[in-house]
């Protein structure tokens, strides 16, 4: 009965931020469109598009590939931190893992921006 109430509260925030966000900014819209504003400053200015741009599923394997071998490097770097220290199994391969993990997104990161520049 618990976890029914958790998740009924978790929704009940979520519905009221989105639901504050949204009315308050109708409220701004419509008191600057009262004074007169143009409603051009209600649309942000997006940079304009290349024609060559990268399509987003190449940047979303490209990110999954590099952090698949983060976490395989950091599986097998706890084996051998098993077997030739005295660290605990369970912090060396947790450790590794998100270390490497972390590692490999920042990589996937930095590749997919290095794409993005290149073309």
Known sequence: ME??????????VVF?????????RNKERLSLIEKGADASIFFSAKAPQNKKSVPIWKILILNLAVLLMGIGSGIFIGSILEAYTLIQPEVGYTGSIFLMAGVGLFVGFTLSKKLVEKE
């Open 3 to 12: 976890a029914v109430l958790v998740f009924i509260s978790l929704f009940v």
């Open 16 to 24: 009221g931020i989105f639901y504050l966000h949204y009315s308050t």
